[in-house]
């Protein structure tokens, strides 16, 4: 039974990411022990390792935030019933699911879809859940409302084009190659910019007299929120999900004062711990049967079984890839 671990925080994976061949697997009573099935690599694992995430690292740190698997057994407080069910695994970062097995508090769990397809399940808890809280929790849009979205072919973005198609909600994408630019089309996104100069102008041009009722960021820096902020319509916001740049978010003075913008900021960590159980598993659910239905998919560009974590990981970090990158620690069903 193997699992990943972080032997030291910061520097060069390959030296600080190891396969630990007997991890402790004892079981408390509110907990469950799970067989991972899959398990995505995302890019708040790589934070994560490097200590730039909001929970840092406790060395030997348990790798892998959230994935799909079956319980195999359950602590005497939890229900019993779970045992040989499949489940969701929530992020904590503290128990990881690049593993084999792993023990996970009851609570972070979700009984999910027997027939979901298990790589797309493995992302769910994050990506899919994100979009979601995007578009409900910030603004009622309604079908016609128009948003904005960078790093639109991105998972995330993937999924909130999806969600926002089915919604009647119009989009206007930004990528920053071709390619990526044909993969949102042909997801849905209405009008689509690369990113570069004069971006502003070009999405205005593109937009004509429409205005956004939310510009979704996750991208981060001067320059994007600062070129589009001036499409949101007064009073509207600036959703930070991300900033894959490294740089905070920069919303122009004149916006945020005499327009009324607000920059706002969304946190999957957060949104579970707020989300009553009830709804969180309602949502869950429903984006499970998007997933069952073949409507809600992120691309998978490659999967690796956990002994090549050295070529998985060097693979998740490259650029420019066509998907998701997952462990699939055993057999997928
Ligand atoms: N706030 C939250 O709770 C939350 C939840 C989920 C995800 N996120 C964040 O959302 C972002 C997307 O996550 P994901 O899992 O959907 O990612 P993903 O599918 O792995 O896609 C990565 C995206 O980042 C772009 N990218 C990579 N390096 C870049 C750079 N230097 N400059 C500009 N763009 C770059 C890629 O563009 P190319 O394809 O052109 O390389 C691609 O669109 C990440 O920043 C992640 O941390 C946040």
Redesign the pocket.
């Known amino acids: 039974m193997s699992r990943l671990i972080l032997s030291k925080v910061g520097g060069d994976l390959n030296d600080t990411v190891k396969l630990d061949q007997d991890p402790d697997l004892t079981l408390g009573a509110e907990e469950l022990l799970v067989a991972v099935e899959a398990a995505p690599i995302?890019?708040?694992d790589l934070?994560f390792t490097a200590g730039w995430f909001s929970v840092q690292p406790q060395i030997p740190a348990q790798l892998g935030a959230e994935g799909v698997g079956r319980v195999l057994q359950a602590g005497p407080r939890t229900d019993q019933s779970l045992v040989g069910r499949r489940v969701l695994i929530l992020p904590t970062f503290v128990r990881g699911t690049w593993a084999k097995q792993t023990v996970v508090a009851a609570r972070d769990v979700v009984p999910i879809s027997e027939q979901a397809d298990a790589l797309q399940l493995a992302m769910l808890s994050?990506?899919p859940a994100?979009a979601y809280g995007l578009l409900h929790d910030y603004a009622e849009l309604k079908p016609d409302d128009w948003i904005g979205l960078t790093?639109a072919?991105?998972?995330?973005?993937q999924h909130v084009i999806t969600l926002a198609k089915r919604a009647g909600v119009r989009i206007l994408a930004v990528?920053?190659?071709e390619e990526?630019a044909e993969q949102v089309r042909a997801l849905g996104a209405d009008l689509v910019v690369l990113d570069g100069e004069d971006l502003g102008d070009r999405a205005a041009a593109a937009l004509g007299d429409r205005r956004l009722r939310l510009l979704l960021d996750?991208?981060g820096g001067p320059q994007h929120v600062g070129e589009l902020a001036r499409l949101i319509e007064d009073a509207g916001s600036v959703v930070t999900?991300?900033?894959?740049?490294g740089q905070a978010p920069v919303l122009p003075l004149g916006d945020f004062i005499y327009r009324s913008i607000s920059l706002r900021s969304?946190?999957?960590l957060s949104w579970i711990r707020n989300t009553p159980r009830e709804r969180l598993t309602r949502i869950y659910t429903e984006l499970a049967e998007l997933v069952e239905q073949g409507v809600l998919e992120a691309k998978v560009e490659a999967t690796y079984p956990l002994e090549q974590f050295a070529e998985a990981l060097a693979h998740a970090g490259r650029?420019?890839?066509s998907g998701?990158i997952l462990f699939t620690p055993t057999a997928v069903a």
């Open positions: 995302n890019p708040a934070l994050v990506n994100t790093l072919n991105s998972a995330v973005g990528v920053r190659r990526a996750g991208t999900f991300g900033a894959i740049t969304f946190f999957i650029e420019r890839r998701k």
